[in-house]
């Protein structure tokens, strides 16, 4: 960190996305412009600049100078590597920290490496001096318990989703209108429908080439195992643990998950799903849709509506939206995806930073009003105006023919630092066929409870570093074996089982309780 003596003008003409002149001086923290180091590392970009170039200063990096006087100076390791956990491991030995380390999956670091000493605790740097993070939490405490670690400490204010749902199920309604069916309102139902799509010919090309469901992600093909009543994650991390009956356990080990699997993988044999569902990739979407071969998924609700938009010219009566999850074989309605009100994102102050007062205050500026609106929306001016007091996108943003995200991301909103989304943001592209779903979605209780991780002392993490890596990859090879068709998942049940606790599981989920119950209290 070093005190600049440059006039924040003369860094706003560094761009040619400028910030706008911002008189208010409310927000301020420091009289001269004070420079803090940063480590920033997320998927989108391994660095704290456009694309991770640090020479292309974010146009919402350049308005937060302006208005508090803070700069960012990107110093992110790892620019090399889109992997996010050797990125921060490289940091970490390199022992010469930033003055500020963030980006994406960063809470079991630092709520492992903070107790020892390599972050600085924000309890009693967020009670004395961040009025409005202060005010966030009071108001939702089990979100400060969930982000603490096991020493009690806070260490990181964390990234904080915005929203109720996130993914739904979405089918070919025109496609059932040709084959004059229903909306399958059960398992049951879903399967004589998904047949049909299979043999009926609804595209119109006298082929048997549709795909009744297909996934984007690999890991969707999963959320069938719900239409069973199992379970294939605890959160919006696929593969994650959940909470049963006041314990963790893992939706994996679990015998509705045996039983569930198994008629997975006979849909899969009989050509209801996706032959090419764990190699197509994400690009199955546009492609499926697109040559109107696919019938249905399970995907975000914004992104997927546009395709109405999209095709319309290109697939004749196209019409592919939002349809309530189908019963369960034992009568249940499930929407097992849910925005997770607390994410493993965000930002931390490193033992090295020799100005934490002002670090904090900057973090909690992302939590004020005008703060939020950038974090959000970008700039006011140049990607949205304000009307009637609400933050509407320009319509060269929203009309623009790209993902509305990706232009935030762009210009450094939406990025992986501590701050509160604000669900306006992502409403204003949400086509009408998929705001008529959520609608639908709101007239029955679809969503789960959500687990929102725990914390490990030195000697949970170990245990769990042990074992759970080589027991997830052989659940998933087991998983994957079983739905193309190697193995009975019936017959190899009781061997799965004593793999998986020869290997460790229950040691694992014994320091995931212990680690629950302190947290939590359970």
């Given at each position: 960190?070093?005190?600049?003596?440059?006039?924040?003008?003369?860094?706003?003409?560094?761009?040619?996305?400028?910030?706008?002149?911002?008189?208010?001086?409310?927000?301020?923290?420091?009289?001269?412009?004070?420079?803090?180091?940063?480590?920033?590392?997320?998927?989108?970009?391994?660095?704290?600049?456009?694309?991770?170039?640090?020479?292309?200063?974010?146009?919402?990096?350049?308005?937060?100078?302006?208005?508090?006087?803070?700069?960012?100076?990107?110093?992110?390791?790892?620019?090399?590597?889109?992997?996010?956990?050797?990125?921060?491991?490289?940091l970490l030995a390199k022992g010469d920290m930033p003055d500020i380390v963030g980006g994406h999956r960063v809470k079991q670091p630092f709520n492992e490496f903070g107790p020892q000493g390599a972050f600085v605790p924000?309890?009693?740097?967020?009670?004395?001096?961040?009025?409005?993070?202060?005010?966030?939490?009071?108001?939702?405490?089990?979100?400060?318990?969930?982000?603490?670690?096991?020493?009690?400490?806070?260490?990181?204010?964390?990234?904080?989703?915005?929203?109720?749902?996130?993914?739904?199920?979405?089918?070919?309604?025109?496609?059932?209108?040709?084959?004059?069916?229903?909306?399958?309102?059960?398992?049951?139902?879903?399967?004589?429908?998904?047949?049909?799509?299979?043999?009926?010919?609804?595209?119109g090309n006298g082929v048997q080439d549709e795909i009744p469901y297909f996934g984007r992600d690999w890991e969707e093909v999963l959320r069938l195992l719900t239409l069973w009543d199992a379970r294939t994650s605890g959160?919006?991390?696929?593969?994650?643990?959940?909470?049963?009956?006041?314990?963790?356990?893992?939706?994996?080990?679990?015998?509705?998950?045996?039983?569930?699997?198994?008629?997975?993988?006979?849909?899969?044999?009989?050509?209801?799903?996706?032959?090419?569902?764990?190699?197509?990739?994400?690009?199955?979407?546009?492609?499926?849709?697109?040559?109107?071969?696919?019938?249905?998924?399970?995907?975000?609700?914004?992104?997927?509506?546009?395709?109405?938009?999209?095709?319309?010219?290109?697939?004749?009566?196209?019409?592919?939206?939002?349809?309530?999850?189908?019963?369960?074989?034992?009568?249940?309605?499930?929407?097992?995806?849910?925005?997770?009100?607390?994410?493993?994102?965000?930002?931390?102050?490193?033992?090295?930073?020799?100005?934490?007062?002002?670090?904090?205050?900057?973090?909690?500026?992302?939590?004020?009003?005008?703060?939020?609106?950038?974090?959000?929306?970008?700039?006011e001016g140049q990607t949205y105006d304000m009307v009637d007091g609400e933050p509407i996108y320009k319509d060269e943003v929203l009309n623009s023919g790209r993902a509305v995200n990706a232009q935030m991301w762009e210009?450094?909103?939406?990025?992986?630092?501590?701050?509160?989304?604000?669900?306006?943001?992502?409403?204003?592209?949400?086509?009408?066929?998929?705001?008529?779903?959520?609608?639908?979605?709101?007239?029955?209780?679809?969503?789960?409870?959500?687990?929102?991780?725990?914390?490990?002392?030195?000697?949970?993490?170990?245990?769990?570093?042990?074992?759970?890596?080589?027991?997830?990859?052989?659940?998933?090879?087991?998983?994957?074996?079983?739905?193309?068709?190697?193995?009975?998942?019936?017959?190899?049940?009781?061997?799965?089982?004593?793999?998986?606790?020869?290997?460790?599981?229950?040691?694992?989920?014994?320091?995931?309780?212990?680690?629950?119950?302190?947290?939590?209290?359970?």
């Amino acid at each position: 960190m070093r005190i600049l003596k440059m006039a924040s003008i003369a860094i706003l003409g560094s761009t040619a996305l400028t910030a706008p002149a911002l008189a208010e001086d409310s927000h301020r923290i420091v009289d001269e412009p004070l420079e803090l180091s940063i480590h920033m590392h997320w998927p989108r970009a391994q660095g704290y600049g456009v694309g991770g170039d640090a020479n292309q200063i974010y146009p919402v990096e350049l308005a937060a100078r302006e208005l508090t006087g803070i700069h960012l100076i990107d110093e992110t390791s790892g620019k090399n590597t889109t992997d996010y956990n050797e990125a921060i491991n490289l940091l970490l030995a390199k022992g010469d920290m930033p003055d500020i380390v963030g980006g994406h999956r960063v809470k079991q670091p630092f709520n492992e490496f903070g107790p020892q000493g390599a972050f600085v605790p924000l309890n009693d740097l967020v009670a004395e001096h961040a009025p409005n993070i202060k005010a966030f939490f009071d108001a939702r405490p089990e979100l400060w318990s969930s982000i603490a670690a096991y020493d009690g400490n806070v260490y990181y204010i964390p990234y904080l989703p915005d929203g109720k749902y996130g993914r739904a199920w979405f089918i070919r309604q025109d496609w059932l209108d040709k084959l004059g069916l229903e909306q399958p309102q059960n398992v049951d139902e879903l399967y004589e429908v998904f047949k049909a799509f299979r043999d009926n010919d609804p595209n119109g090309n006298g082929v048997q080439d549709e795909i009744p469901y297909f996934g984007r992600d690999w890991e969707e093909v999963l959320r069938l195992l719900t239409l069973w009543d199992a379970r294939t994650s605890g959160s919006d991390t696929y593969h994650d643990f959940y909470v049963k009956d006041g314990k963790i356990a893992h939706p994996y080990s679990q015998e509705a998950y045996r039983d569930a699997m198994a008629n997975l993988a006979q849909w899969y044999k009989e050509g209801l799903i996706d032959a090419e569902i764990f190699t197509r990739g994400s690009s199955s979407r546009d492609y499926l849709l697109g040559e109107n071969l696919g019938g249905a998924t399970h995907d975000w609700f914004a992104s997927t509506s546009g395709y109405n938009v999209a095709l319309a010219d290109k697939v004749d009566g196209f019409n592919f939206i939002p349809f309530l999850p189908p019963a369960s074989a034992n009568g249940v309605r499930m929407e097992e995806h849910r925005r997770i009100p607390v994410k493993p994102d965000g930002w931390a102050i490193s033992h090295t930073n020799e100005n934490p007062v002002e670090t904090i205050k900057y973090f909690d500026f992302w939590f004020t009003e005008q703060g939020s609106l950038l974090a959000n929306f970008g700039i006011e001016g140049q990607t949205y105006d304000m009307v009637d007091g609400e933050p509407i996108y320009k319509d060269e943003v929203l009309n623009s023919g790209r993902a509305v995200n990706a232009q935030m991301w762009e210009v450094g909103s939406q990025i992986q630092r501590g701050y509160p989304q604000d669900y306006r943001y992502e409403w204003q592209w949400t086509r009408d066929s998929a705001r008529k779903g959520i609608e639908l979605y709101d007239t029955q209780d679809l969503l789960v409870d959500l687990f929102l991780g725990v914390a490990f002392n030195k000697d949970e993490q170990a245990v769990y570093d042990k074992h759970w890596p080589s027991i997830e990859t052989y659940m998933l090879e087991r998983q994957q074996a079983w739905i193309l068709g190697t193995g009975d998942i019936v017959a190899d049940w009781d061997d799965y089982m004593a793999a998986l606790n020869k290997m460790g599981l229950e040691d694992v989920l014994e320091v995931m309780n212990s680690a629950y119950a302190r947290q939590y209290g359970g």
